[in-house]
C-alpha cells in the first residue's frame, strides 16, 4: 500500500496562502463498482483534481476498505474520508474530515457522532481535521438533510450563514464548508461564497449543485479555496474534457 500522506490541512493552508486553488473529487462507495474502477481511476488520474474525498451520507456497501486501498495503490493523491456516520472510518485513509453539522441542531450530527468517532479514531494513525459543515438550502431536499434531519439554512439569510462560519471558526473548526448537497439544483450562492470567504480566516470548502468547469471557476471567482464534485463527475466521467 502506498504510503500516508502526511500534513494534508498543513498543505491546504499553503495552497490557500499561495493562491493556489484545490479540487476533491468525491466518490460515494455506493455508487461504486469495484470492477469498474481502472477506468474510473484512469479518469480522476487525468484529471486536475488534488484530493479525494470518501464517503456518503448513508453508506450500506461493505467496500469501504476495498475501495480505499485501490485509492491508495493507484494514485498519488491525498484520500479524505467525508464521513456521513462513525461507520465510515478507515485507517487506510489519509486524513478524515471531522464534520460538525453546525448549521442544524441535531445534537447526533453536532457532537453525538464525534463522541463515538474519538475513541476510534484515537486508535489510528489518521489525520483529523475539524470542519464545520453548513447546509445551505438548494432547491430540493437533499440526502444530507434527510438522513441528519436537519433544515438547511436558507440561501438569502447571508447573515445568519455569515454568523454560523464565524461561530464554527471560533469554535477551533479548521475548515468551513458549505454545502448545497449532493444532487442539489442549487449550487451555493457565489455572493454567499464571497461573503464568507472574505470574513473567516481558515480555508472555505464549497461542494453541491456544481455540474460543470464553469460552476467550478465560479466558485473560485467567489474565493472558494477547495471545490468538491461528486454527482456531476460520477454521472460524466468525461466531465473534465467539456
Given at each position: ?93 489519509d486524513a478524515i474530515l471531522f464534520l460538525s453539522l453546525i448549521s ?139
Amino acid at each position: 500500500m502506498q504510503q500516508k500522506i502526511p500534513n494534508i490541512y498543513e498543505q491546504i493552508i499553503q495552497a490557500k496562502n499561495n493562491g493556489q486553488k484545490l479540487l476533491a473529487i468525491l466518490l460515494d462507495p455506493d455508487k461504486i463498482v469495484l470492477e469498474n474502477i481502472e477506468n474510473l481511476l484512469l479518469k480522476i488520474n487525468q484529471s486536475p483534481a488534488t484530493h479525494i474525498f470518501v464517503g456518503g451520507s448513508i453508506v450500506q456497501t461493505t467496500i469501504l476498505e476495498e475501495l480505499i486501498a485501490q485509492l491508495k495503490q493507484k494514485t498519488n493523491l491525498p484520500v479524505v474520508i467525508f464521513p456521513g456516520d462513525p461507520s465510515q472510518i478507515s485507517p487506510q485513509a489519509d486524513a478524515i474530515l471531522f464534520l460538525s453539522l453546525i448549521s442544524g441542531r441535531n445534537p447526533d450530527y453536532l457532537i453525538e457522532y464525534q463522541v463515538q468517532a474519538a475513541p476510534i479514531l484515537k486508535k489510528m494513525n489518521l489525520e483529523v481535521i475539524s470542519t464545520g459543515y453548513i447546509l445551505i438550502e438548494s432547491g430540493n431536499e437533499t440526502a444530507v438533510a434527510r438522513v441528519s434531519k436537519t433544515e438547511p439554512l436558507n440561501r438569502e439569510n447571508l447573515d445568519l450563514v455569515l454568523a454560523t462560519s464565524q461561530a464554527g471558526e471560533m469554535l477551533g473548526n479548521k475548515l468551513i464548508y458549505l454545502e448545497a448537497g449532493s444532487g442539489a439544483k442549487k449550487a451555493v450562492p457565489f455572493k454567499m461564497i464571497q461573503l464568507i470567504s472574505q470574513s473567516v480566516k481558515i480555508p472555505v470548502i464549497v461542494g453541491g449543485g456544481i455540474v460543470d468547469l464553469q460552476g467550478i471557476q465560479n466558485a473560485y471567482n467567489a474565493g472558494a479555496d477547495l471545490v468538491v464534485i461528486g454527482t456531476a463527475f460520477e454521472n460524466n466521467s468525461r466531465f473534465f474534457e467539456s
